[in-house]
């Protein structure tokens, strides 16, 4: 069951809830298809339960050109957001400490 925490981006969220957010934000780049992004799924859940930082998700077919601007190339990507700029990049799927650390760095 996916957490009531993590939400869902579109093009015209995009810059509210990661550029001009306050902390950090981790997006995570998915598509449905995608098997290891439903392997990761469960972790980027877990994430948004045990951290302050915004947690979002983006289906790259849903928003193409967005995921295209952000240089995705392969499903999952995470890229962690500080101060609206790219601070960390994922390709693959990530153990959860990992990307904590990530987002407390």
């Known amino acids: 069951m996916a957490s ?20 950090p934000v981790l997006v995570d780049f998915w598509a449905s298809w995608c098997g290891p992004c439903r392997m990761l799924g469960p972790v980027i859940d877990e994430i948004a339960g045990e951290t302050d930082a915004a947690v979002c998700k983006l289906d790259v ?3 193409g050109p967005l995921a295209a601007q952000y240089g995705v ?11 609206g700029k790219e601070a ?18």
């Open 61 to 63: 077919d849903a928003e």
């Open 4 to 23: 009531e925490r993590v939400k869902h981006l579109t093009g015209a969220t995009f810059g509210a809830e990661v550029l001009e957010a306050p902390g």
């Open 73 to 83: 190339m392969s499903i999952p990507t995470v890229i962690i957001f500080k101060g």
């Open 88 to 105: 960390a990049r994922f390709v693959g799927v990530q153990p959860k400490e990992t990307l904590l650390d990530a987002l407390k760095a």
